[in-house]
């Protein structure tokens, strides 16, 4: 008897183990390995992966195998373990993962002739990852067929020094040298196909694939094939590639592992990078984390040992940056105001010096007009006449409601009766407004939200920018000015620094060399440490001491951290079924009308406990279907609700 353990497609904890089928004669041929099946489940048609085939099974009556959807191997041996230890990581269920990593079947896909894929070209000697410690080293290790495992903060200035993508090609090709494939994973779509064009010059666009949730289910799913079957050796692509089952895997790069994008917000929420060390040492495969910032989470791997480092020192890295500078105290003696407007006389300054030499940058946190308004005298918020919900500035000066959408003609202030009106946070269309007005005949551009720019001439300009969301200049800004850095970092999140120098760090290396005049100015506190740290290029002593700080108050990546946030009585059986005894239990909490939270933390080592138990008590949740609204978040990258 032939029998086949089936990863049935069920994400429920107590029923994630494998189940065993008899094989039928019949389906003996095509029932492989891998293979995509549909069982009988609980009284219902199921589907599967077949896992395993054994001669036998020690359950004495078993169901049949009832049929093969397609017999093609996506599921092999090591697929299913790299599936299988991110969900123990996060204590979640195979299904779970496994719908995140395997796109949908597309017959016609499957069954289509699949292209010819010529071998990858051979990329020009390295240039840019030599120039930093230890970059030729890690360069010759992975050509070798060994397996570092480095992080990469690249220079914050537009040029070879700071040319990420180009370091990230030389590492790419070092691993091709090898022999082996080589996956680089994209924190958006954006970001992925401004790359892939410097992946196409170098390496031939017939060699390189490109796998993305938001590519479409046909394009997915041809890129998947093509990985799984050994045809593609480079993979590009958002967080769904990072379980891409490249044959031979050589190396793995996450770029901007910080970026939040690379969080999956689907249970159980895995993280681009997690994913990808959890790769690195399953597959024994070369990891690059690169980005001109840096995680608290790299960090931590770095100060474990795990990571080697080939950053430059701050020094080093000062003279190859653009200068950043902060509107200190010395500005706001020459210039009063400074410290109540916006945009101070030294930023005007700034403007004015640097349009002579070319394109300026403005990077500001959010899109639009503003977030709300005010009266400009009393500054209470304004209320719209006809249902008093809150009035926006959608249009230059012309108020109307954000919920039924009226515009008076006229708004006047009920307490004090004026109809003057402020914006509390202008974004970047209002900022681009306000300065086109201020440089007249100086052309201004808004990028961001759906106006996003690809590119902008080398040319005097303004470009008003969100963060993510900046284009790149042909030879770099000549000036790149960071407004309302204190709003950014008074952000209600735990990570608000470091997101703040990551979205800095972006901006700043689209700067030109300090040969060619390109300089920073940051408009906010100039004594903030996050602001010193792009001041002095230091951010890795920064983000050391923000890795202390979350150590002494007992948070991620220091810690090993479970948040279960739900219902209150869900929340309260849920810690009832275990004892949580060698793990410190926080809570539950109220956090919100009805919703409960509540903590539970290990040290490091006890991690993997932590995460059986977890699992264990979800596992005991669902067998007694007890009710409620329940999520589990492993490792959660903040503290507030999804």
Same mark, same amino acid.
């Given at each position: 008897?032939?029998?086949?353990?089936?990863?049935?497609?069920?994400?429920?904890?107590?029923? +994630?183990?494998?189940?065993?089928?008899?094989?039928?004669?019949?389906?003996?041929?095509?029932?492989?390995?891998?293979?995509?099946?549909?069982?009988?489940?609980?009284?219902?048609?199921?589907?599967?992966?077949?896992?395993?085939?054994?001669?036998?099974?020690?359950?004495?009556?078993?169901?049949?195998?009832?049929?093969?959807?397609?017999?093609?191997?996506?599921?092999?041996?090591?697929?299913?373990?790299?599936?299988?230890?991110?969900?123990?990581?996060?204590?979640?269920?195979?299904? +779970?993962?496994?719908?995140?990593?395997?796109?949908?079947?597309?017959?016609?896909?499957?069954?289509?002739?699949?292209?010819?894929?010529?071998?990858?070209?051979?990329?020009?000697?390295?240039?840019?990852?030599?120039?930093?410690?230890?970059?030729?080293?890690?360069?010759?290790?992975?050509?070798?067929?060994?397996?570092?495992?480095?992080?990469?903060?690249?220079?914050?200035?537009?040029?070879?020094?700071?040319?990420?993508?180009?370091?990230?090609?030389?590492?790419?090709?070092?691993?091709?040298?090898?022999?082996?494939?080589?996956?680089?994973?994209?924190?958006?779509?954006?970001?992925?196909?401004?790359?892939?064009?410097?992946?196409?010059?170098?390496?031939?666009?017939?060699?390189?694939?490109?796998?993305?949730?938001? $590519?479409?289910?046909?394009?997915?799913?041809?890129?998947?094939?093509?990985?799984?079957?050994?045809?593609?050796?480079?993979?590009?692509?958002?967080?769904?590639?990072?379980?891409?089952?490249?044959?031979?895997?050589?190396?793995?790069?996450?770029?901007?592992?910080?970026?939040? $994008?690379?969080?999956?917000?689907?249970?159980?929420?895995?993280?681009?990078?997690?994913?990808?060390?959890?790769?690195? $040492?399953?597959?024994?495969?070369?990891?690059?984390?690169?980005?001109?910032?840096?995680?608290? +989470?790299?960090?931590?791997?770095?100060?474990?040992?795990?990571?080697? +480092?080939?950053?430059?020192?701050?020094?080093?890295?000062?003279?190859?940056?653009?200068?950043?500078?902060?509107?200190?105290?010395?500005?706001?003696?020459?210039?009063?105001?400074?410290?109540?407007?916006?945009?101070?006389?030294?930023?005007?300054?700034?403007?004015?010096?640097?349009?002579?030499?070319?394109?300026?940058?403005?990077?500001?946190?959010?899109?639009?007009?503003?977030?709300?308004?005010? =009266?400009?005298?009393?500054?209470?918020?304004?209320?719209?006449?006809?249902?008093?919900?809150?009035?926006?500035?959608?249009?230059?000066?012309?108020?109307? =409601?954000?919920? =039924?959408?009226?515009?008076?003609?006229?708004?006047?202030?009920?307490?004090?009766?004026?109809?003057?009106?402020?914006?509390?946070?202008?974004?970047?269309?209002?900022?681009?407004?306000?300065?086109?007005?201020?440089?007249?005949?100086?052309?201004?551009?808004?990028?961001?939200?759906?106006?996003?720019?690809?590119?902008?001439?080398?040319?005097?300009?303004?470009?008003?920018?969100?963060?993510?969301?900046?284009?790149?200049?042909?030879?770099?800004?000549?000036?790149?000015?960071?407004?309302?850095?204190?709003?950014?970092?008074?952000?209600?999140?735990?990570?608000?620094?470091?997101?703040?120098?990551?979205?800095?760090?972006?901006?700043?290396?689209?700067?030109?060399?300090?040969?060619?005049?390109?300089?920073?100015?940051?408009?906010?506190?100039?004594?903030?440490?996050?602001?010193?740290?792009?001041?002095?290029?230091?951010?890795?002593?920064?983000?050391?001491?923000?890795?202390?700080?979350?150590?002494?108050?007992?948070?991620?990546?220091?810690?090993?951290?479970?948040?279960?946030?739900?219902?209150?009585?869900?929340?309260?059986?849920?810690?009832?079924?275990?004892?949580?005894?060698?793990?410190?239990?926080?809570?539950?909490?109220?956090?919100?009308?009805?919703?409960?939270?509540?903590?539970?933390?290990?040290?490091?080592?006890?991690?993997?406990?932590?995460?059986?138990?977890?699992?264990?008590?979800?596992?005991?949740?669902?067998?007694?279907?007890?009710?409620?609204?329940?999520?589990?978040?492993?490792?959660?990258?903040?503290?507030?609700?999804?």
């Amino acid at each position: 008897m032939s029998v086949a353990r089936v990863a049935v497609d069920v994400p429920l904890a107590h029923l +994630d183990r494998l189940f065993d089928y008899e094989v039928p004669e019949a389906l003996a041929g095509v029932a492989v390995v891998g293979a995509r099946v549909q069982v009988r489940f609980s009284g219902q048609q199921q589907r599967g992966w077949i896992v395993e085939l054994a001669d036998a099974s020690e359950h004495p009556e078993l169901a049949r195998l009832g049929k093969v959807i397609s017999p093609e191997p996506i599921v092999t041996p090591r697929v299913y373990e790299m599936i299988r230890a991110v969900a123990d990581h996060y204590a979640g269920t195979w299904p +779970d993962v496994a719908r995140l990593a395997i796109p949908p079947r597309h017959a016609s896909t499957e069954k289509a002739p699949q292209r010819e894929w010529p071998e990858p070209r051979p990329a020009p000697a390295p240039s840019v990852l030599p120039g930093y410690p230890a970059g030729s080293s890690f360069l010759d290790a992975v050509a070798g067929g060994r397996s570092p495992r480095a992080l990469w903060q690249a220079a914050a200035v537009a040029g070879e020094a700071g040319d990420l993508l180009g370091g990230v090609v030389e590492a790419v090709d070092a691993a091709l040298r090898s022999g082996r494939s080589a996956l680089v994973v994209f924190p958006t779509v954006r970001e992925l196909q401004r790359a892939t064009p410097r992946f196409h010059e170098v390496f031939g666009a017939g060699a390189v694939g490109s796998l993305a949730f938001e $590519a479409g289910q046909s394009a997915r799913y041809r890129a998947y094939l093509a990985a799984s079957r050994g045809q593609a050796r480079i993979m590009l692509g958002t967080r769904a590639a990072s379980f891409a089952p490249l044959r031979d895997l050589g190396l793995i790069v996450v770029v901007d592992d910080g970026n939040d $994008a690379h969080s999956d917000p689907r249970t159980p929420h895995p993280h681009s990078r997690t994913v990808a060390v959890l790769r690195a $040492a399953h597959e024994s495969a070369a990891l690059l984390l690169a980005g001109h910032g840096r995680s608290t +989470d790299a960090q931590a791997l770095l100060e474990r040992g795990w990571l080697g +480092d080939i950053s430059l020192r701050p020094d080093d890295a000062r003279r190859v940056s653009a200068p950043v500078r902060a509107v200190g105290e010395l500005d706001r003696e020459r210039d009063p105001t400074a410290a109540r407007l916006r945009i101070p006389s030294v930023a005007f300054r700034f403007l004015r010096d640097h349009l002579a030499q070319g394109p300026v940058l403005v990077q500001v946190p959010r899109v639009g007009h503003s977030a709300s308004l005010r =009266c400009a005298r009393c500054r209470n918020a304004a209320r719209c006449p006809k249902c008093s919900g809150p009035m926006r500035a959608r249009r230059r000066d012309q108020p109307e =409601c954000a919920l =039924c959408g009226f515009a008076p003609a006229r708004w006047s202030c009920p307490h004090c009766h004026t109809s003057e009106l402020s914006t509390t946070l202008p974004g970047a269309a209002r900022t681009a407004e306000e300065l086109a007005r201020a440089f007249p005949g100086v052309l201004a551009v808004n990028s961001s939200a759906d106006r996003i720019r690809d590119e902008v001439p080398d040319q005097p300009s303004i470009v008003v920018a969100t963060p993510g969301a900046e284009p790149p200049a042909p030879s770099g800004y000549a000036g790149v000015l960071i407004l309302d850095a204190d709003i950014t970092l008074a952000r209600a999140d735990l990570r608000a620094g470091e997101e703040a120098v990551r979205r800095w760090s972006a901006a700043a290396a689209l700067a030109r060399a300090p040969r060619d005049g390109g300089s920073v100015l940051i408009v906010g506190e100039s004594t903030h440490p996050a602001v010193q740290a792009m001041v002095r290029a230091d951010l890795a002593g920064y983000i050391e001491r923000e890795l202390a700080d979350r150590a002494s108050a007992g948070l991620t990546p220091a810690v090993k951290l479970a948040r279960i946030v739900g219902d209150g009585d869900a929340v309260r059986e849920f810690l009832d079924n275990d004892d949580w005894a060698g793990i410190e239990l926080l809570g539950p909490t109220e956090v919100g009308p009805e919703r409960w939270a509540a903590l539970l933390r290990a040290p490091l080592e006890g991690a993997r406990e932590l995460t059986r138990r977890v699992k264990h008590a979800a596992a005991i949740r669902s067998a007694r279907k007890e009710r409620g609204l329940l999520s589990i978040t492993v490792d959660p990258e903040t503290l507030e609700d999804r």
